[in-house]
């Protein structure tokens, strides 16, 4: 995985809840909140917990260690060839 290199802020344009996902776009500099069980939308490929970031008003600051690709699930890692 690539290290994530900018803490410079994201500005967040909207939220994936399961069941209910993200059909906006995302563009550079732009992230969404994702919740647990929700899909990622188009152009997104990371997760990184709240509990990491760092809030700059309305706009979330990625410090450094984080990996692009982390925490994600692929759908259907779960189930075997054939099930």
Known sequence: MTPLTSSAPFEV???????RPFTGGV?????VRIMTGATLP?????VVMQEHVR?????????AGHRAGQNVRPAGEDIRRGE
């Open 13 to 19: 344009v909207g939220t994936s809840w399961a069941g």
């Open 27 to 31: 563009g550079p500099g732009q992230c």
């Open 42 to 46: 188009d152009a997104t490929d990371t």
């Open 55 to 63: 809030l700059d008003g309305a706009r979330v600051v990625i410090e």
